[in-house]
């Protein structure tokens, strides 16, 4: 146990803090998030309590033409990340959880899941490995624009592994 003390004692806690960092801003902050509507979708984001509530009012048959991201995340290359958070929807529905750079062209760097939300919150959580990464331009997010309907999200990180 003297062993383990002495170990914290010489590891500074900046170093054990870096590691366990959240990447993201306040999940429950609309400043946090960059809500987009392009062409015919349509939709709002408010805060409710801990989480962040996006409504899609109008789809047009293109799923990031309602979408919302967090921006300007450092992610290094090559390097693994966890991203989890809790989601549920009004309706049973999908979304899509995207990694990208956030400029043109807007490529993808590693991670694509599609999510299958209820109406009772479940924890996400997926990891991967960022490729082809834009220097402190990277965006990760949803893509919302495939149904109309009511998605909350809470306790969302974005951790180094």
């Not at 987009?36 to 408010?46: I, P, Y």
């Not at 409504?55 to 799923?63: K, L, M, S």
């Not at 899941?113 to 991967?128: I, M, N, P």
């Amino acid at each position: 146990m003297k062993a383990l003390a002495l170990i914290a004692f010489l590891i500074p806690a900046s170093v054990i803090a870096a590691d366990d960092a959240n990447l993201l801003k306040p999940t429950n902050k609309t400043e946090s998030w960059n809500f987009e509507q392009h062409e015919g979708g349509k939709g709002e984001m408010k805060a409710v309590d801990d989480a962040i509530v996006f409504t899609t009012t109008e789809v047009d048959g293109t799923n990031w033409h309602v979408q919302v991201y967090q921006l300007d995340l450092d992610l290094k290359e090559g390097a693994q990340y966890v991203v989890s958070f809790e989601a549920k929807a009004e309706k049973p529905q999908s979304a899509r959880l995207e990694a990208s750079i956030g400029q043109e062209d807007w490529h993808g760097i590693g991670l694509s899941e599609e999510l299958f939300l209820t109406k009772d919150y479940k924890k996400q959580e997926f990891t991967f490995r960022a490729s082809g990464v834009a220097e402190k331009k990277n965006r990760i997010g949803f893509m919302l624009g495939d149904n109309k309907g009511v998605v909350s999200v809470k306790n969302m990180t974005l951790k180094a592994k």
